[in-house]
């Protein structure tokens, strides 16, 4: 995968709040079901399609990772929508979910490094977990935004403020580098997710009133500019030679 830097964390985030305005504007211009559908083909296409890939692609890797912001998004919001589940039930389903994921991957690989991912075994454990942290993560920024009635603006404050943890553990809390990735990676997708919300509600929901169709056109150009500027990056740096991992820069 690619090597988590800023434009990693800039791209990341910027595909959690894509997830999250093109899964409400999917949903508002065409019947729910057709578009959860839609986002489940996209979802498997670009899965397929990245585990064929036997290096790092940018394009490829990150159209995974905006068709799992989208299909994780519908995930979550039809276990509430549909089932009626509520949001923090939902949110600890995923989270077992998750750890289940976490915990047959280690099993399996002894690693939850990304840097580990040599195999197509070890992707799929990688893509899984993908998945998980943004069902989770929208579970999650469902129960703070509306569960807990805090709102869109202060739940931006709360996971802005949690988002800071991992890199301060890493730093100066002698944190587990894989631990303080997959809690900053799980952390992302509410937070991407609570403004894309704040910025496109209604304001007679406690947001900005943009609408989802101009923030999904804003974060996806954010994402576009960011990888463009990666790949920019990328290509004056010396190249790697050994081929070592499926994902790796």
């Not at 940018?58 to 995974?64: C, Q």
């Not at 942290?133 to 807990?148: I, P």
């Not at 404050?157 to 949690?162: P, S």
């Not at 943009?210 to 990888?227: E, K, N, R, Y």
């Amino acid at each position: 995968m690619p090597d988590p830097s800023i434009g990693f964390w800039t791209a990341k985030a910027a595909s959690t709040a894509l997830g999250e305005a093109v899964s409400d504007f999917s949903i508002r211009v065409m019947p729910p079901a057709v578009a959860v559908f839609l986002g489940f083909v996209l979802f498997v296409a670009a899965v397929s399609l990245q585990l064929t890939r036997r290096r790092y692609i940018p394009s490829v890797y990150w159209l995974t990772v905006a068709a799992v912001g989208v299909f994780g998004t519908m995930a979550a919001d039809v276990v509430h929508v549909v089932l009626g589940m509520p949001y923090l039930v939902s949110a600890a389903l995923y989270a077992a979910l998750l750890a289940s994921v976490f915990l047959l991957w280690w099993r399996s690989e002894h690693t939850l490094s990304v840097h580990s991912i040599t195999t197509t075994r070890r992707e799929v454990y990688y893509w899984a977990a993908v998945v998980g942290t943004f069902a989770l993560g929208t579970a999650a920024g469902d129960l703070a935004a509306v569960g807990l009635t805090l709102g869109y603006l202060p739940s931006i404050l709360l996971f802005t403020f949690l988002i800071l943890i991992p890199p301060v553990g890493y730093r100066w809390g002698r944190w587990d580098g894989v631990l303080a990735f997959w809690t900053a990676y799980v952390l992302t997708r509410p937070l991407g997710a609570s403004v894309a919300d704040w910025l496109g509600k209604p304001t007679a929901e406690g947001g900005v009133g943009v609408g989802s169709g101009w923030v999904s056109l804003s974060f996806a150009i954010t994402m576009i500019v960011t990888i463009v500027m990666m790949r920019s990056f990328q290509k004056r740096q010396p190249q790697q030679i050994d081929g070592s991992s499926r994902l790796a820069t």
